[in-house]
């Protein structure tokens, strides 16, 4: 999701960074690339986005840059344990600390998709210890202590944690554009409203918190978007508004049908 799109982006940005050496032919190679493959993973055509990857290969290698972005587009697909390989090996790799909690939090989101719960709660804890001003890890967090069922209470402050470094996050030119920033609040927001309506929340406060970020994400980030319409379903079935979850987990289905949140959406529906 968004910390999968901030996590693309940043990595992006520091793989350009070691580029600076280099000649300006490779350079205008590597941005293509850079731009075509996050364009496939926001259209939800992950397929596309690991034959784009490919071109990051240099003479057979697998750099970490690669391997990050190859797990990532594995995950979303539901291929798990080839994510998790491909993500360990880019962790194996990567010596930049904040790529490293990037590879981390992606392993993390992959053992949570098989319900190993505990491991993938160790990876967000490890994610929120290294990088604690960025909201990605307490969301993650809370979006599994609700998936599991358990701990409403601790949800609903990791949540809120997450929604309140997300709004103090400072837009950057080069970190953090005002679209990312808006994507990143947008995942909070509504991991925050399920987490409300799981502590018996007004149901004001939940609409109200669902509305502020559906807007903020608009419509052309699909596995973002998913997401968004999968944690409402589940606030609004905790609710008791089953026809409007319904409604939710459908539109999951059809945003992103490939991804990891329609395909959690239709096991529902």
Known sequence: MQFL????????VFSL???LNQPVRRRRRFLRLLREQLAAHRSGDYEAQLK???GFRVNGSEPANYLFF???ALRELGRLEEAKEALRCSLALETNPALRVLCRSQIGRALMEQERWEDAAACFRDCVAQSPKRGG???ALAELLLRRGREPHAALDAARVAVALDRAQEV?????SQELHDYNLAESLAVFAWALAA???APADVQSSLAEAFALCGETNHPTLAGLHFFAAHACALLGDP?????HFQAAVETDPHGNYGRLSQAVV
């Open 17 to 19: 960074l070691s580029l």
């Open 5 to 12: 799109l901030l996590s693309l982006v940043l990595a992006v």
């Open 172 to 176: 950057h030119r080069r970190w953090l």
């Open 199 to 201: 502590n018996h929340g």
């Open 137 to 139: 890890g307490q969301r």
């Open 52 to 54: 784009i990857i490919e």
């Open 243 to 247: 026809a409007a979850a319904t409604r």
């Open 70 to 72: 190859k797990g990532s």
